[in-house]
């Protein structure tokens, strides 16, 4: 590999792992902070990514906080669409390959169990909303050369750096809580960043486009998750489970965004995800020892 790859978001939990296993490539690698590219100022997007001229783009920054974007729809729409939009048209001018990671938080309303890439997204929050209207924007702004990779709910980043659900339960049985408590009304499936982050780099080399959903096999809740964690760090106290009437957000939470491929495995199956409770292990494994 020998492209100019501009990553938006490398210092998020994907892009962080992305931007690493770039490193030992021959790409020269263009990662922006916020001073020079903000995602709520798009004018400046279009001009930035001419002056770079990549071509190579992984869009992998977005407002991601799902509650903040329910309580503040217009910020949600500029960083996640119009920003999109604007970096789609600068990827098209530049005869540049987009890949986009999009949510499975798209999903939602029909009130399923599981999605693939057949059925018609309808999101239930903003932040779901704002990331399909991404898509959308990809798909009219650079119609030949995108990847949209749906994720589920990302586990990843580490000792000390996840403090994310997973992050949060380890650091629970660390400090040797009695009980636990996770929602088991809600449903979704894992993707976990560093296998996402090892498809990016096979499709960036083979210049994959297409929409795809990337997740561990099995639709499952957080309940289901912490149970996993715990039979894994051999927890002796309690797992209890709540409903999500317990932990009042802002944006609603579908019943289930569980997702999965109809077409991944069609692709190469050494980089396909695995079953869930493998794919969380693999993670949990990071953190021991
Ligand atoms: N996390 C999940 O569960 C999940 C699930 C499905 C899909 N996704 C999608 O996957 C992608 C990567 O997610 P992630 O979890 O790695 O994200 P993350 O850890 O929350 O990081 C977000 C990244 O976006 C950047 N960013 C946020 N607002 C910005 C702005 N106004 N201007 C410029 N940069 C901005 C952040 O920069 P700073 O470091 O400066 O804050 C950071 O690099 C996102 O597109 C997200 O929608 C995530």
Same mark, same amino acid.
């Given at each position: 590999?020998?492209?100019?790859?501009?990553?938006?978001?490398?210092?998020?939990?994907?892009?962080?792992?992305?931007?690493?296993?770039?490193?030992?490539?021959?790409?020269?690698i /263009?990662?922006?902070?916020?001073?020079?590219?903000?995602?709520?100022? !798009?004018?400046?997007?279009?001009? @930035?990514?001419?002056?770079?001229?990549?071509? /190579?783009?992984?869009?992998?920054?977005?407002?991601?906080?799902?509650?903040?974007?329910?309580?503040?729809?217009?910020?949600?729409?500029i960083?996640?669409?119009?920003?999109?939009?604007?970096?789609a048209?600068?990827?098209?001018?530049?005869?540049?390959?987009?890949?986009?990671?999009?949510?499975?938080?798209?999903?939602?309303?029909?009130g399923?169990?599981?999605?693939?890439?057949?059925?018609? !997204?309808?999101?239930?929050?903003?932040?779901?909303?704002?990331?399909?209207? #991404?898509?959308?924007?990809?798909?009219?702004?650079? !119609?030949?050369?995108?990847l949209?990779?749906?994720?589920?709910?990302?586990? #990843? #980043?580490?000792?000390?750096?996840?403090?994310?659900?997973?992050?949060?339960?380890?650091?629970?049985?660390?400090? #040797?809580?009695?009980?636990?408590?996770? /929602?088991?009304?809600?449903?979704?499936?894992?993707?976990?960043?560093?296998?996402?982050?090892e498809?990016?780099?096979?499709?960036?080399?083979?210049?994959?486009?297409?929409?795809?959903?990337?997740?561990?096999?099995?639709t499952?809740?957080?309940f289901?998750i912490?149970?996993?964690?715990?039979?894994?760090?051999?927890?002796?106290?309690?797992?209890?489970?709540?409903?999500?009437?317990?932990?009042?957000?802002?944006?609603?939470r579908?019943?289930?965004?569980?997702?999965k491929?109809?077409?991944?495995s069609?692709?190469?199956?050494?980089?396909?995800?695995g079953?869930?409770?493998?794919?969380?292990?693999?993670?949990?494994?990071? @953190?021991?020892?």
């Amino acid at each position: 590999m020998s492209d100019k790859i501009f990553i938006t978001g490398g210092t998020g939990m994907l892009g962080v792992y992305v931007a690493n296993a770039l490193s030992d490539t021959h790409c020269q690698i /263009v990662v922006a902070d916020r001073h020079r590219f903000d995602l709520s100022n !798009p004018k400046c997007i279009y001009s @930035f990514i001419r002056e770079e001229r990549p071509n /190579v783009i992984l869009h992998f920054a977005a407002e991601t906080d799902v509650d903040l974007c329910e309580r503040e729809p217009a910020r949600a729409g500029i960083c996640n669409h119009l920003a999109t939009e604007q970096i789609a048209k600068a990827a098209e001018a530049c005869g540049a390959w987009l890949l986009y990671i999009s949510s499975s938080n798209v999903f939602g309303a029909e009130g399923k169990i599981s999605y693939n890439e057949l059925d018609i !997204p309808i999101p239930t929050n903003y932040y779901g909303r704002s990331k399909l209207n #991404g898509e959308e924007a990809v798909k009219a702004n650079c !119609p030949e050369r995108h990847l949209i990779l749906r994720a589920g709910w990302m586990i #990843g #980043g580490g000792p000390g750096k996840d403090h994310k659900f997973v992050g949060k339960i380890i650091q629970q049985i660390k400090n #040797g809580a009695a009980e636990l408590k996770a /929602v088991s009304d809600r449903l979704g499936s894992i993707t976990y960043a560093v296998q996402l982050s090892e498809f990016i780099l096979w499709a960036i080399n083979q210049r994959q486009t297409g929409t795809f959903h990337f997740a561990s096999n099995g639709t499952i809740s957080r309940f289901d998750i912490a149970r996993a964690i715990g039979d894994l760090l051999n927890y002796r106290g309690d797992i209890v489970p709540v409903q999500s009437s317990m932990f009042p957000l802002s944006a609603p939470r579908p019943f289930s965004e569980g997702i999965k491929s109809l077409y991944l495995s069609t692709l190469d199956e050494s980089i396909n995800p695995g079953y869930w409770k493998d794919d969380l292990a693999r993670y949990i494994a990071t @953190f021991q020892g």
